[in-house]
């Protein structure tokens, strides 16, 4: 697996996307002088007969400079955090509905608790009159 960057080769964004993003929060992107560099995380154990041959492997990625307002990073933030919320109560949601078909897989299996579920609804009922 080669991690290595060209630098000859020039990267390709997703033009679509970026011009999306630049026309919403109004900013300007541009190529930056600067890359990040990762390093393969080196295994805990090590085989004593050298059979896995660990290699330290580096990434090097290009960086784009972003240029926002004040107003346009604070609407940038609030959006991430809205999607944050929203992707939580999507977990949240399957979730729920992963507990309401294993309980309803358990009543079917089990008379004696779907009598007792029935009984317990009709109570929750009485309870709300």
Known sequence: ?????DYRVKHQDNVG???YFISKFECR?????????????????R????????????KVTPMKAIHLTSDNLAKLVAEQEHM?????????????WTQIHEDKRVRDSNPAVEKAYRNYQML?????K
């Open 1 to 5: 697996m080669k991690y290595n960057f």
């Open 17 to 19: 996307d970026l011009e």
């Open 29 to 45: 992107v541009e190529d930056s002088r600067e890359y990040n560099q990762y390093m393969r995380q080196v295994p805990y154990h």
């Open 47 to 58: 085989d004593f007969y050298d059979s896995d041959n660990f290699k330290v492997e580096t």
């Open 84 to 96: 944050q919320r929203l992707s939580d109560d999507a977990a949240f949601g399957k979730r729920i």
């Open 124 to 128: 929750l009922e009485l309870a709300r």
